[in-house]
C-alpha cells in the first residue's frame, strides 16, 4: 500500500509514530519505509526532508514507483514491524514550505504582470529559480510581478490546500493543468492563484517575509528567475547589508553612497593607470636609449615586466633585436622579440634557455615570452653562450 502522507492533512506536523514496513535500496543507501509519514520526499522541485527515526538519522527522502515513501538513512535499519518516532528537521522543512509557497506566489505574478508561465522551477539547496515560457522579461514587468508578489505578503492571504471534487475542480481556474488525472490537490493562495501540487506550504502569505528576484537571466529561448524569500531571503539580504555597510565604512560614505564612491575610485584608477602607463613609456625611451650599440641588444632590464615589454617594443621599431630579462624573486622573466629583417629566432632561443635553466614559456620565431626557473646573475653570459 502506498505510504499515508500526513503531511498532506498538516503540513506543520513535526513529530509522528509510524511503524516499519519494508526495507529499501535507494541510490545504493539504505532506507526505511512507514506506514505513515510527515516526511516530504523530493518532487515538484522540492527537496526532500531530513530528520530523525528514533535514533536513526533521516538524510534524504524518495518516493519509491509504487507510491511508497522511503527514508534514506544512516545506521542500522529497525526490524520490519517496529514502532518509530518520527521527527523532521523542521527548520529546513519551514524553509522548504516557505520556499515552494513563494514559487507559487511569483509564478502567479509573472503570470499576471509579465505575461510569463512557468515551464518549471527548482528549490535547491544553492539556489531558487523559476523558468518562466518568455523570452527576455523586461526589468519592468519583472519588477511590477515582484512588487505585487510582496503586496500578496502583506495582505496575509490564507493558503489552503485540499482535494477537491470533480465538480469543484473544473469549476476553478488553475494556473497550470494537473500532472495527475486522479486525486488532484490543489493549493490555492487566497483568490489569486490556484494550483494542483501535492507540496509543503505556509498557512499565510505573511509567513513568508519577502520575495526577492536576484536574477533573471536567458536559458533555452525563456527566461531563468532566480528569487529568494523568508529566513533565506532574511540571511542573503543581512549578508549582502553587512558587505554594504563594510564597504561605506571604508569608503567614509553612507550605504546608498557607495556606488557613487566605487565610480570614482574606477575612474581614479583609470587615470592613474594611464599616467603609469605614460611614464613606462617615457622611462623605456630612455633605456633604450642608454644600450649601447646598433645590433641585437642583450641587458637585463631593472623594473618589471610591464617595462620589459615596452622597452622590447621600442627597440623592435628601432630596428633591433630584443633579447631581455628582468630577475624577480622566483625566477627570471625572458621576453625575446625579433625586429624586421632579423634572422633571430625567438622561439627557438626561448627552448635553449628552458632546457638549460629549466621554466615555462613558448612563443613563435619573431616572438617569445616565459619565466626561467631560478635567478640568472650574468644574462649576457648565458645568451652569448647559446647564440655562440
Known sequence: MPTRRLYHDDSYLRRFEADVVAHANVKNQ?????????????AG??????????????????ELDD???AHIVTGELPAIGT?????????????????????????GTLLDRAQAPTASARL?????TIDAARDRIPEAELAAAEELANDLIDDDLAIRAWFPSADELTSMKLRRDP?????????????????????????RTSQLGAVRIINAERYKGMTRVTFTAARRARSELFTRDQV???????FSCGPAEVPLAIDKLRRDVDASSQTITELRSKLATIVVQSLPGTGAAVAA?????????????????????AILSVAEESGTHVVLMRAQGSTLDCGALWKQLAARVGGRGGGRADRAEGKLATRVDDWPALVGELLG
Not at 512507514?34 to 523530493?42: G, I, R, S, V
Request: proline letters at 3%.
Open 30 to 42: 539504505p532506507a526505511i519505509v512507514l506506514d505513515q509519514t510527515a516526511f516530504y520526499p523530493e
Open 45 to 62: 522541485g522540492q527537496l526532500g526532508d531530513r530528520g530523525t527515526l528514533g535514533d536513526i538519522a533521516v538524510v534524504d527522502t524518495q
Open 67 to 69: 507510491g511508497t515513501i
Open 83 to 107: 514502532r518509530v518516532s518520527g521527527e523532521l528537521d523542521w527548520a529546513r522543512r519551514r524553509q522548504h514550505m516557505a520556499q515552494h509557497t513563494a514559487q507559487h506566489l511569483l509564478s
Open 124 to 128: 535547491g539547496e544553492s539556489a531558487l
Open 179 to 203: 500532472k495527475v488525472t486522479s486525486d488532484i490537490r490543489v493549493v490555492a493562495i487566497g483568490d489569486f492563484d490556484y494550483s494542483p501540487c501535492g507540496g509543503t506550504h505556509c498557512a
Open 244 to 250: 554594504l555597510r563594510g564597504l561605506a565604512t571604508q
Open 301 to 321: 632590464i631593472p623594473g618589471d615586466a610591464e617595462l620589459m615589454r615596452s622597452v622590447a617594443g621600442k627597440l623592435v621599431a628601432s630596428g633591433r633585436d
